[in-house]
């Protein structure tokens, strides 16, 4: 468990990220049933992880920055 500070097992993660992929390429809607002790146990790894990562990236110039403007934007402009 992923808990007070303790690691998730990687099985217990694995299964969990199986399940919320084995419908991946399926056409229909279908639900994937997880505890809430298993969504808080994702929540706190997933925390954790993001902590890990640097708050900014350092990028070189020349850079491209892509974008699309929608019309309910363009009225506040």
Same mark, same amino acid.
């Given at each position: 468990?992923?808990?007070?500070?303790?690691?998730?097992?990687? @099985?217990?993660?694995?299964?969990?990220?199986?399940?919320?992929?084995?419908?991946?390429?399926?056409?229909?809607?279908?639900?994937?049933?997880?505890?809430? @002790?298993?969504?808080?146990?994702?929540?706190?790894?997933?925390?954790?992880?993001?902590?890990?990562?640097?708050?900014?990236?350092?990028?070189? @110039?020349?850079? =491209?920055?892509?974008? =699309?403007?929608?019309?309910?934007?363009?009225?506040?402009?």
């Amino acid at each position: 468990m992923a808990q007070n500070g303790q690691a998730m097992d990687p @099985a217990v993660l694995d299964d969990i990220i199986n399940r919320l992929l084995e419908f991946r390429q399926v056409r229909t809607v279908r639900q994937v049933q997880l505890s809430e @002790a298993e969504i808080r146990q994702l929540c706190t790894v997933s925390r954790e992880i993001f902590l890990q990562q640097p708050n900014l990236l350092e990028l070189e @110039a020349p850079i =491209k920055i892509c974008g =699309k403007l929608f019309f309910p934007y363009l009225l506040f402009t």
